[in-house]
């Protein structure tokens, strides 16, 4: 069984797909955190993000090793836990160009893949690109969507506030801009994706939607 949860920032998918994952008793895997650790390995090293050759150059040296349970699912960089560094506003800031680079796209797609085979009880996996290209055969695969100003109101508000809804607003947008517009792999709709819109239902909703959807594939 793996399930590709693929959508833009701020449909929920990191929340709905753990709790996903938990109650059908299968792996997780944030392949988002995986663009974010690189990125922060690229600035951690003093590596122009904005220079596609270096950091293409570079793409093959950090060890990124992300752990699939997904009650705690922890993602060490070089041996050091990478999970609170990978979520600041400069790695946010900087991840989208680094994960159009090609070569880093490469990488992420082989440690995901591998991922995959070393779940024989099945994966929910999420990011961008999961259902187009990284798991083409996924059994299940959805494509989450929400308003802007759902998806602001709520990344807002998991930062407590910190920054204003209007600053997240324009923050989403032109990281999901970045994203659909890159070549190589840009964030898509499956053909065969079901689409889920958030924007009026609760977490509980979603998390029961998709469950019903894999159930009905077991
Ligand atoms: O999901 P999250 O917001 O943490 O993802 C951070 C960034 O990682 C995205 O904005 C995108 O640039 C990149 N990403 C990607 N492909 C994926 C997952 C994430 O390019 N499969």
């Known amino acids: 069984m793996i399930v590709a949860i693929d959508g833009p920032s701020g449909t929920g998918k990191s ?52 752990g699939t349970d997904p009650l705690a699912p922890a993602i060490t960089v070089d041996g050091i836990d990478a999970g609170a560094p990978i979520r600041t506003q400069e790695v946010t800031a900087a991840v989208s160009a680094v994960s159009a680079v ?57 930062l407590n506030g910190a920054v204003t809804v209007a600053a997240t607003r324009a923050d989403l947008i032109r990281r999901d801009t970045a994203d659909s517009s890159r070549t190589t792999s840009p964030l898509a709709k499956a ?8 924007t009026e239902l609760t977490l509980t909703q979603v998390i029961e939607c998709i469950v019903t959807l894999v159930e009905e594939k077991r």
Do not use: H
């Open 191 to 198: 053909a065969d994706a079901v689409e889920v819109d958030t």
């Open 15 to 66: 929340s709905t797909s753990r709790a996903v994952a938990e109650k059908l008793g299968l792996r997780y895997l944030d392949t988002g955190a995986q663009y974010r650790a690189i990125t922060w390995w690229m600035l951690s090293n003093g590596v122009d993000v904005n220079d596609p050759v270096a950091v293409a150059d570079q793409a093959g040296k950090p060890s990124i090793v992300s």
């Open 102 to 158: 090609p070569e880093v796209r490469t990488r992420m797609v082989e440690l995901q893949r591998a991922a995959v085979s070393g779940a024989p009880e099945g994966i929910v996996v999420e990011g961008r690109d999961i259902g187009t290209t990284v798991l083409p055969d996924a059994t299940v695969k959805i494509f989450l969507t929400a308003s802007a100003e759902a998806r602001a109101a709520r990344r807002s508000g998991e």
